[in-house]
């Protein structure tokens, strides 16, 4: 009983903490996002390409900042258990938010590619196709009362609603230790026009490996399922 009382303990800390990290990244995208949107150059920076790819870029900023605050609702245990209407709630707009975010920029890398060049855009296409998937799948199966696939589809999504923040971390957290080491060392492997190993790596590693974690994670221990 104790035990359980202290693992919800660390559970909550840790999602207060989860919550308190992403903010500086959701606000960072929602800034940039509705500037673009007003028609603001300034927002514009290194992307490029024709206005419908912009906007739709910009978009994706708005409502991909949506997504990762709701992702880390979503993965609060204590709010599905104590307020089930509001986990349904967000759920859907965590679902539609996350489907307009993939297709947003989906078309800005049809359109315009990516800073980093062909590899970036793969990484980020394939990005892009599984939160398609995993927006379509979770509340298709929610409304099959397939509570089980459900769960493993909520769970997908919610890792690749985090996915665009861990991109940042990873490199917030590799410059902060290369630069650490020394001033040769700083940003080593990591280069402007993203064409560095480092950056090579980052194009798969904000979501595959997390993604893999979490499959190993679902078939050690499928829980009980409760909606
Ligand atoms: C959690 C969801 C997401 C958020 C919050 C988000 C946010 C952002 C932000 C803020 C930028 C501008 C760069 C910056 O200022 O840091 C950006 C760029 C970009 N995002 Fe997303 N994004 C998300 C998901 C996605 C998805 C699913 C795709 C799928 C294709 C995607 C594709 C891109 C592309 C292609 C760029 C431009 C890269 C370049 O500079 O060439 N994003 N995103």
């Not at 994706?60 to 609702?73: E, R």
Request: net charge positive.
């Amino acid at each position: 009983m104790q035990r359980t009382a202290r693992r919800t303990g660390w559970t909550i800390a840790g999602l207060v903490l989860l919550f308190v990290l992403i903010q500086g990244f959701v606000w960072h995208s929602v800034s940039r996002g509705t500037l673009g949107l007003s028609g603001n150059p300034s927002a514009i920076e290194r992307l490029v390409g024709p206005r419908a790819s912009l906007f739709a870029l910009f978009a994706h900023m708005v409502s991909g900042a949506l997504v990762t605050l709701l992702s880390v609702i979503q993965l609060a245990g204590p709010i599905r258990q104590r307020w089930p209407r509001v986990h349904r709630m967000s759920g859907r707009v965590l679902a539609v938010m996350a489907l307009l975010t993939g297709v947003g920029g989906l078309i800005y890398v049809a359109l315009s590619g990516t800073v980093g060049g062909p590899l970036m855009s793969m990484g980020f296409g394939v990005y892009g196709v599984l939160m398609i998937t995993a927006a379509i799948q979770t509340p298709r199966l929610a409304m099959a009362r397939d509570y089980a696939r459900h769960r493993r589809w909520g769970l997908r999504l919610i890792v690749l609603g985090l996915g665009s923040w861990l991109y940042r971390l990873h490199y917030g957290l590799w410059y902060g230790i290369t630069c650490t080491i020394g001033e040769q060392t700083c940003g080593l492997a990591a280069e402007p026009d993203f064409s560095g190993l480092f950056d090579q790596i980052q194009v798969f590693a904000f979501y595959a490996p997390y993604l893999l974690a979490l499959e190993w994670w679902l078939r050690r221990a499928p829980a009980p399922i409760r909606t």
